[in-house]
T-cell receptor, first 114, second 116 residues
């Protein structure tokens, strides 16, 4: 079965500190991996994606994520958190040969404390 | 340019009634997805349209759910004989749909459905 796990429902971090939002996945073969962010009262917005190539992917707003095949993880990171980063973050995966279905995690609520 | 729009933004209905939810994708996007987001849950894939190809309906939870896409643009998700467990936010997303790798999806604001 294919799935995505975001083990933390809630992450709190002080402004200026590094942040990590965790994501692990289970999918047949090599995956396509995505991070989306949902700000309050707004739709989901794309942050970054891994398709192929360099395992470290850089995306919008200073976020980055590293594809780790051996650990089947795609953790989202930012060196210095901003209060405006407070939002709900979703990890998503799609298999390369498993149809069109995307699997989303349950989301992690990030709160950056001033 | 305009993003993905969905209507209505909120819909309250009585159990057993049919509802239609509308999605207007970004102009020129050939791929369109419908998802359901229940409280405390991730996004649940429902259906996928790509151009004129037959839709991928593998995520539809029951035969009460159906969707169509007219003229390769606007899509309507229909839920017949609604049940309380259908209450959720229904999200639509579109993407350019070119190439084999999956594109970035652009999401609409969603329709919040409440079944009483």
């Amino acid at each position: 079965a294919q799935s995505v796990a975001q083990p933390e429902d809630q992450v709190n971090v002080a402004e200026g500190n590094p942040l990590t939002v965790k994501c692990t996945y289970s999918v047949s073969g090599n995956p396509y991996l995505f991070w989306y962010v949902q700000y309050p009262n707004r739709g989901l917005q794309f942050l970054l994606k891994y398709i192929t190539g360099d395992n470290l992917v850089k995306g919008s707003y200073g976020f980055e994520a590293e594809f780790n095949k051996s650990q089947t993880s795609f953790h989202l990171k930012k060196p210095s958190a901003l209060v405006s980063d407070s939002a709900l973050y979703f990890c998503a995966v799609r298999g390369r040969n498993t149809g069109n279905q995307f699997y989303f995690g349950t989301g992690t609520s990030l709160t950056v404390i001033p | 340019g305009a993003g993905v729009s969905q209507s209505p933004s909120n819909k309250v209905t009585e159990k057993g009634k049919d509802v239609e939810l509308r999605c207007d994708p970004i102009s020129g996007h050939t791929a369109l997805y419908w998802y359901r987001q229940s409280l405390g849950q991730g996004l649940e894939f429902l259906i996928y349209f790509q151009g004129n190809s037959a839709p991928d309906k593998s995520g539809l939870p029951s035969d009460r759910f159906s969707a169509e896409r007219t003229g390769g643009s606007v899509s309507t998700l229909t839920i017949q004989r609604t049940q309380q467990e259908d209450s959720a936010v229904y999200l639509c997303a579109s993407s350019p749909g070119v190439g084999r790798a999956p594109d970035t999806q652009y999401f609409g604001p969603g329709t919040r459905l409440t079944v009483l």
